[in-house]
Nanobody, 119 residues
């Protein structure tokens, strides 16, 4: 098992930046493909970005491509989401998730961190 704790959310003005971190404990982070998923009450869940165990395969949702960057440091058991050029529509709760399979069907989730972008 792995436990995930997100940090770095907050309030930022449009076109600003935030960096989210996801610290993993328990089993090594390198055992899992990792991703960031966002969802707000009443909205559909959206997979924002995924990164394979050794960062060979990376995926971004079209809505964030060119603005967000996912990365990982397995030596620190941490995954990051650098978010630039933020828009009000990026306002959401952002969850870190871990998958033990390449299909990225997530087995473990963090508690979420709120990102609010003001216009």
């Amino acid at each position: 098992h792995v436990q995930l704790v997100e940090s770095g959310g907050g309030l930022v003005q449009a076109v600003g930046s935030l960096r989210l971190s996801c610290a993993a404990s328990g089993r090594a982070c390198s055992s899992y493909g990792m991703g960031w998923v966002r969802q707000a009450p009443g909205k559909e869940r959206e997979s924002v970005a995924t990164i394979s165990r050794y960062a060979v395969n990376i995926y971004y949702a079209d809505s964030v491509k060119g603005r967000f960057t996912i990365s990982r440091d397995n030596s620190k058991n941490t995954v990051y989401l650098q978010m630039n050029s933020l828009k009000p529509e990026d306002t959401d709760v952002y969850y870190c998730a871990a998958s033990s399979t390449a299909a990225m069907t997530y087995d473990y989730w963090g508690q979420g961190t709120q990102v609010t972008v003001s216009s």
